[in-house]
């Protein structure tokens, strides 16, 4: 099983930009698509964005399209999740996933992941 470790969270104010980063270790020799999932207070965790293996694939939620961008550096066994124009609606605990080895291509529902991070704090202000 891979072990995950995101950063890159923080305070910031409305329309900042803020870029979460995700490092795998662990199973770094298989092929696994990851994702993005946050979770706001009183709130269940909710699908942000996944890509593919290849990170050819990429999904998103329809409240984050166009304003974050998925990526990921197998060289480096990292996933990035670059947020701008953010919003206070996007304050939540941001989480890191992966899928299970060989599941290459992006999901959308956190039951498809196997592996989770801790998860980074990102608060928005108004």
């Known amino acids: 099983q891979v072990q995950l470790v995101e950063s890159g969270g923080g305070l910031v104010q409305a329309g900042a930009s803020l870029r979460l980063s995700c490092a795998a270790s662990g199973r770094t020799d298989s092929t696994y698509a990851m994702g993005w999932f946050r979770q706001a207070p009183g709130k269940e965790r909710e699908f942000v964005a996944a890509?593919?293996?290849?990170?050819?694939?990429?999904n998103y939620a329809d409240s984050v399209k166009g304003r974050f961008t998925i990526s990921r550096l197998n060289a480096k066994n990292t996933v990035y999740l670059q947020m701008n124009s953010l919003k206070p609606e996007d304050t939540a605990v941001y989480y890191c996933?992966?899928?299970?080895?060989?599941?290459?291509?992006?999901?959308?529902?956190?039951?498809?992941?196997?592996?989770w991070g801790q998860g980074t704090q990102v608060t928005v202000s108004s």
């Open positions: 890509v593919s293996w290849t990170g050819g694939i990429t």
């Open positions: 996933a992966a899928r299970n080895s060989g599941s290459v291509y992006p999901a959308r529902s956190a039951s498809d992941f196997r592996s």
